[in-house]
């Protein structure tokens, strides 16, 4: 089908939400396992041992876990602190935190301590950000240390319902804000389940399905499968393989059977315009190192542009490194995902 569709379905007991763009896997979102901290998950945790020389901070989490907060200074140990999970930890490590809570709905976004209103640069229309000014303004208190910012889907919200997100959102942070000193670790707000998730971060589909058996109905257990293996079929014939290993993300580009003078440069334009997609569906992030076709050195920027101009758009965190000595291309992700072959083996 052409347009935009959201699927809604659950595999076993996990919440899992696919969006498909003219009929091809664009996003997928899978709730990790129940004992797993749910990226923007609020906590009470407690300062443990600080690490010297890098501004860090082990924290206790509930249960015994361990959590870890970067670029803190003046926290003692034995100290309650807010703290909002950011991201999945690899196997062995401590849950990466921050101190910077935020408060995210589908409309709204409200920032203790970082006071003033904003709206997205999206939102060019003159008029509709005055409309929506007037409505934060009366929703969020004149002099307070909280702040607001609107996301760009609040141009299409109505009125009353803008007026109501603000305000879940402002009472929530009042309310979690009031319990920040007591005693103990404890889970303040879970983190958003992969349909929630959904509903909240991606723009309104051509088309909803939330029933049961969406997926079936869809093909998109079928776009799982090719998903979870290390082969992606590229836009022109090309072929390349995605394999995750502990340190690094490996992905290694092959023209196959075109041996044309730029079958290099195309195979690796494909795969640059691609790889935001594949990336985002399989889950993956941390360190991803590119090997490319081999193509003449002068077309280099013409692949690093198409990089850039992929991962513009992308909602996952990503720095693009450059190139190594070797000739490869190297990212950093953040691990906002957990990998797909874990969460759904």
């Not at 349909?195 to 799982?224: C, I, N």
């Not at 590229?234 to 490996?250: K, Q, Y």
Request: aromatic fraction near 4%; include cysteine; charge should be negative.
């Amino acid at each position: 089908m052409k347009g935009t569709l959201i699927a809604l379905d659950r595999i076993g007991t996990r919440a899992v939400a696919a969006r498909l763009v003219d009929g091809r896997l664009d996003d997928l979102l899978v709730d990790p396992p129940d004992e797993t901290p749910r990226p923007g998950a609020i906590y009470r945790v407690i300062c443990d041992r600080p690490v010297k020389g890098q501004g860090g901070m082990f924290v206790k989490l509930p249960d015994g876990a361990t959590g870890f907060l970067r670029g803190v200074t003046g926290l003692r140990p034995g100290q309650p602190v807010l703290a909002q999970v950011t991201g999945h930890a690899e196997p062995g490590k401590a849950v990466p935190l921050t101190r910077r809570v935020l408060f995210k709905s589908r409309y709204a976004i409200v920032t203790p301590e970082a006071p003033g209103i904003n709206i997205s640069r999206r939102i060019r229309d003159e008029e509709t950000r005055v409309r929506l000014l007037e409505i934060a303004h009366d929703q969020m208190p004149g002099e307070s240390e909280t702040g607001l910012i609107l996301r760009s889907q609040a141009a299409e919200a109505d009125d009353d319902a803008l007026a109501a997100d603000i305000a879940a959102m402002r009472d929530l942070a009042a309310r979690v804000l009031a319990d920040a000193d007591a005693a103990g670790a404890e889970l303040l707000v879970d983190g958003p389940d992969a349909h929630e998730l959904a509903w909240r971060d991606w723009p309104a589909p051509d088309q909803l399905d939330e029933g049961e058996g969406s997926f079936a109905r869809h093909g998109v257990a079928e776009m799982l499968s090719e998903m979870r293996r290390p082969e992606a079929r590229l836009p022109g014939g090309a072929l390349a393989f995605i394999e995750p290993t502990r340190a690094l993300v490996a992905v290694d580009v092959n023209t196959l059977s075109d041996t044309s003078p730029a079958a290099g440069l195309k195979a690796n334009l494909a795969l640059a315009r691609d790889l935001p997609r594949q990336l985002r569906c399989r889950g993956l992030g941390g360190l991803i190192v590119i090997d490319f076709a081999p193509m003449p050195k002068k077309d280099r920027r013409q692949v690093e542009g198409a990089l850039k101009a992929a991962f513009r758009a992308d909602p996952v965190e990503t720095a693009l490194a450059g190139w190594t000595t070797l000739g490869n291309f190297e990212l950093q992700r953040k691990r906002e995902r957990l990998p797909l072959a874990e969460v759904l083996p």
